[in-house]
């Protein structure tokens, strides 16, 4: 249900081979119950809301339809066809379907082709599940001879291994998968396979295996044209096979190679049916004379595949071209523009949790921004080692899975074999002994029957147990990335914004006033680098006020935003407000909720005075209000984001209540109220 995707550099191309049945069919009852033809025909000229709309009546039908083979493969074809419509939801449940069905009919054949689906179902979200079903489905094809079907599921498995970083196993699957379809006529999936072959023996570092690899996918790509087959999806296959073998030139430090090569599949009708994969071909080429000292027009060409990336929103593949932009102007000696598009590239890699960009940018950034030398260096250690430390549990888990099914089965024929004996021997026993003994031979078969049941309960108890423990992790995990996004953006990046703001201003002056300005500044640095060695370290930890007064720390926020534009910022609160009594968990978020304002308020608002104002109700309610005379926005029209987000997600964290008000021409206002605990 897939092919292979361009594996070295982060552009991505998914290739899907689609049968198209050329023989009309019309949705008329057949002679096999009730059951519906699915009209092939009729459903590719649809549009995908249609389609799915057509997959849902076609499911709901069968609801009350008799388990023939008809509905199973009804069930099959839209868990199919619900797949490359990405509803990956209803795919599951239409091959789940099928696989219950399919094994009530001992229908073998189906119950492989449901654990492939189910499997394919799994592949990008439960890895280690998609290869469970990969396996089991393998091994039915094996018992029922069909060896194209095995080949593919070594395949998959394969695939997956690539995926998850191991690249020894994947090999071993590929050779396996490759020898079962050396007679295949699916020449798709010899391409795949082929490909992937190449890709995996790069990331092991056998270069010129690797190249054969690539060199029998193109041999593939051959016959698909003797075939007829689709002149564009063949002309994608051999754009994205050059670019794998001029990845493998570039590694080998033959630029030229992999010039001529690139340079003869970029063409206008490339740009114009496929502009994403003409973007690639074009900072690969870039790339290629860079390393090879051929600087002429580099510049351009980095910038034009960059423009169109992001003309059609494709971050991912600018992440790669900036990082490219870097390293050119790295060999131009042009450190102020290198260091701006890694500092860009290496922020978006961040947001997009894309760790090998991160590790690129980092690795660079070390070498040319001696001011955060060590910050870079330490966080790519960082980086590295959690990367190890995951591989490492990983690596064996996919032998294990098949390690752990053998013995599976192995205890199955044991205790089948063992069944069949006592079953003998209780017969024997019984034409002996008489009565007595069938008496003896029950209790016992009762005492087995019972610990068989014990040990069910307690396979099921563990297998429950481990469940809740893995969605505790992953909970977890998620909560911790959410923390330090958080964190870096409240507070790293709106310091880091007022200092530069703050440098920039005083940078131009020369007087004894704007050096200890500068000096104030630079200091600040210092503390920003002391603030995310702290949120490396805990993010919980309750540091952030350790030897400050919390409303001298508002006074001094506050009072350095005037002079940074033309707004005057005034601040003021009730008087004998004691904020020792006040716990830090609300100090924090509540100077990050006007950290955040001030920033969107300096950004967008053209504010000529703002009010920060903070009261006690009741003696237990705080009450925030940042009122500005600024342009206001449209409440319904503006996009909301990451800032408002942070402010709401710190709002609800306190149990609080927001408000904001705004009209175009009209001011903002921002009142956040929540209960505090003394």
């Given at each position: 249900?897939?092919?292979?995707?361009?594996?070295?550099?982060?552009?991505?191309?998914?290739?899907?081979?689609?049968?198209?049945?050329?023989?009309?069919?019309?949705?008329?009852?057949?002679?096999?119950?009730?059951?519906?033809?699915?009209?092939?025909?009729?459903?590719?000229?649809?549009?995908?809301?249609?389609?799915?709309?057509?997959?849902?009546?076609?499911?709901?039908?069968?609801?009350?339809?008799?388990?023939?083979?008809?509905?199973?493969?009804?069930?099959?074809?839209?868990?199919?066809?619900?797949?490359?419509?990405?509803?990956?939801?209803?795919?599951?449940?239409?091959?789940?379907?099928?696989?219950?069905?399919?094994?009530?009919?001992?229908?073998?054949?189906?119950?492989?082709?449901?654990?492939?689906?189910?499997?394919?179902?799994?592949?990008?979200?439960?890895?280690?599940?998609?290869?469970?079903?990969?396996?089991?489905?393998?091994?039915?094809?094996?018992?029922?001879?069909?060896?194209?079907?095995?080949?593919?599921?070594?395949?998959?498995?394969?695939?997956?291994?690539?995926?998850?970083?191991?690249?020894?196993?994947c090999e071993v699957e590929l050779t396996k998968g490759l020898n079962y379809l050396k007679d295949s006529n699916d020449v798709k999936l010899l391409y795949s396979c082929n490909t992937l072959m190449g890709n995996c023996l790069e990331k092991l570092f056998m270069y010129e295996q690797a190249l054969k690899y690539h060199q029998y996918a193109l041999g593939n790509l051959k016959v698909m044209k003797r075939n007829n087959l689709d002149s564009d999806e063949v002309n994608n296959f051999n754009v994205s096979s050059v670019i794998n073998i001029c990845n493998l030139y570039d590694l080998k430090g033959e630029y030229s190679k992999s010039i001529k090569e690139l340079s003869a599949v970029l063409t206008e009708d490339l740009k114009k049916k496929w502009p994403r994969m003409?973007?690639?071909?074009?900072?690969?080429?870039?790339?290629?004379?860079?390393?090879?000292?051929?600087?002429?027009?580099?510049?351009?060409?980095?910038?034009?595949?960059?423009?169109?990336?992001?003309?059609?929103?494709?971050?991912?593949?600018?992440?790669?071209?900036?990082?490219?932009?870097?390293?050119?102007?790295?060999?131009?000696?042009?450190?102020?523009?290198?260091?701006?598009?890694?500092?860009?590239?290496?922020?978006?890699?961040?947001?997009?949790?894309?760790?090998?960009?991160?590790?690129?940018?980092?690795?660079?950034?070390?070498?040319?921004?001696?001011?955060?030398?060590?910050?870079?260096?330490?966080?790519?250690?960082?980086?590295?080692?959690?990367?190890?430390?995951?591989?490492?549990?990983?690596?064996?888990?996919?032998?294990?899975?098949?390690?752990?099914?053998?013995?599976?089965?192995?205890?199955?024929?044991?205790?089948?074999?063992?069944?069949?004996?006592?079953?003998?021997?209780?017969?024997?026993?019984?034409?002996?002994?008489?009565?007595?003994?069938?008496?003896?031979?029950?209790?016992?078969?009762?005492?087995?029957?019972?610990?068989?049941?014990?040990?069910?309960?307690?396979?099921?108890?563990?297998?429950?147990?481990?469940?809740?423990?893995?969605?505790?992790?992953?909970?977890?995990?998620?909560?911790?990335?959410?923390?330090?996004?958080?964190?870096?953006?409240?507070?790293?990046?709106?310091?880091?914004?007022?200092?530069?703001?703050?440098?920039?201003?005083?940078?131009?002056?020369?007087?004894?006033?704007?050096?200890?300005?500068?000096?104030?500044?630079?200091?600040?640095?210092?503390?920003?680098?002391?603030?995310?060695?702290?949120?490396?370290?805990?993010?919980?930890?309750?540091?952030?006020?350790?030897?400050?007064?919390?409303?001298?720390?508002?006074?001094?926020?506050?009072?350095?935003?005037?002079?940074?534009?033309?707004?005057?910022?005034?601040?003021?609160?009730?008087?004998?407000?004691?904020?020792?009594?006040?716990?830090?968990?609300?100090?924090?978020?509540?100077?990050?909720?006007?950290?955040?304002?001030?920033?969107?308020?300096?950004?967008?608002?053209?504010?000529?005075?703002?009010?920060?104002?903070?009261?006690?109700?009741?003696?237990?309610?705080?009450?925030?209000?940042?009122?500005?005379?600024?342009?206001?926005?449209?409440?319904?029209?503006?996009?909301?984001?990451?800032?408002?987000?942070?402010?709401?997600?710190?709002?609800?964290?306190?149990?609080?209540?927001?408000?904001?008000?705004?009209?175009?021409?009209?001011?903002?206002?921002?009142?956040?109220?929540?209960?505090?605990?003394?």
């Open positions: 249900m897939k092919y292979i995707y361009k594996f070295y550099i982060p552009f991505i191309l998914l290739i899907i081979a689609v049968t198209v049945i050329l023989s009309e069919r019309k949705p008329l009852k057949t002679h096999a119950g009730n059951h519906f033809n699915f009209n092939e025909v009729y459903f590719r000229k649809i549009s995908n809301i249609e389609k799915e709309k057509y997959l849902d009546s076609i499911v709901t039908s069968l609801n009350n339809e008799s388990n023939d083979s008809v509905s199973r493969n009804l069930y099959l074809k839209a868990g199919e066809e619900y797949y490359y419509l990405n509803n990956i939801r209803k795919s599951f449940t239409s091959s789940e379907i099928a696989l219950k069905l399919s094994r009530e009919a001992k229908d073998s054949s189906r119950i492989a082709k449901s654990l492939y689906f189910i499997g394919d179902c799994y592949e990008n979200s439960q890895k280690d599940s998609a290869y469970y079903y990969y396996l089991q489905a393998q091994k039915i094809y094996t018992l029922i001879e069909d060896y194209e079907k095995v080949g593919r599921m070594h395949f998959n498995k394969a695939y997956v291994l690539f995926y998850d970083g191991n690249f020894v196993e003409y973007a690639s071909v074009l900072s690969n080429l870039a790339y290629s004379k860079m390393k090879n000292k051929e600087y002429k027009d580099v510049e351009f060409m980095f910038l034009e595949s960059l423009k169109i990336v992001d003309s059609l929103g494709y971050t991912s593949d600018a992440i790669y071209k900036k990082i490219y932009l870097g390293e050119f102007y790295l060999t131009q000696k042009d450190t102020l523009k290198s260091l701006k598009n890694l500092k860009e590239a290496y922020t978006t890699s961040v947001g997009m949790n894309y760790t090998n960009d991160i590790l690129k940018t980092l690795r660079l950034l070390t070498k040319i921004d001696n001011r955060k030398k060590i910050f870079y260096a330490n966080r790519y250690i960082d980086i590295s080692d959690s990367i190890n430390s995951i591989r490492s549990r990983i690596s064996n888990k996919y032998a294990r899975i098949e390690y752990e099914t053998i013995i599976v089965e192995n205890q199955n024929k044991v205790l089948t074999r063992k069944n069949f004996y006592i079953l003998i021997s209780s017969f024997v026993i019984f034409l002996i002994l008489s009565s007595i003994f069938v008496f003896v031979y029950l209790k016992y078969k009762n005492k087995e029957l019972r610990f068989v049941k014990q040990q069910q309960n307690d396979s099921d108890e563990i297998y429950q147990l481990l469940s809740e423990q893995n969605e505790i992790i992953n909970t977890a995990k998620e909560e911790e990335k959410n923390k330090i996004a958080r964190e870096l953006h409240d507070g790293v990046m709106n310091k880091l914004y007022g200092v530069r703001m703050n440098l920039g201003f005083f940078n131009t002056k020369f007087d004894d006033k704007s050096i200890e300005k500068r000096k104030e500044y630079i200091l600040e640095l210092q503390n920003i680098e002391r603030e995310i060695r702290t949120i490396s370290h805990d993010l919980s930890r309750d540091s952030f006020f350790e030897g400050s007064d919390f409303n001298t720390l508002l006074s001094n926020l506050i009072a350095n935003q005037n002079g940074l534009s033309r707004a005057k910022f005034n601040y003021s609160i009730e008087e004998n407000f004691d904020w020792e009594q006040v716990q830090n968990i609300y100090k924090i978020n509540l100077y990050r909720i006007i950290q955040e304002a001030l920033l969107n308020i300096h950004k967008y608002s053209k504010a000529l005075n703002v009010e920060v104002k903070i009261q006690l109700l009741e003696d237990k309610i705080l009450k925030l209000s940042i009122i500005d005379d600024g342009i206001g926005f449209d409440m319904n029209a503006a996009k909301k984001g990451i800032g408002l987000s942070n402010i709401k997600e710190r709002t609800n964290s306190l149990k609080g209540n927001l408000d904001i008000r705004s009209e175009a021409g009209k001011g903002t206002q921002i009142i956040v109220m929540f209960e505090i605990a003394r």
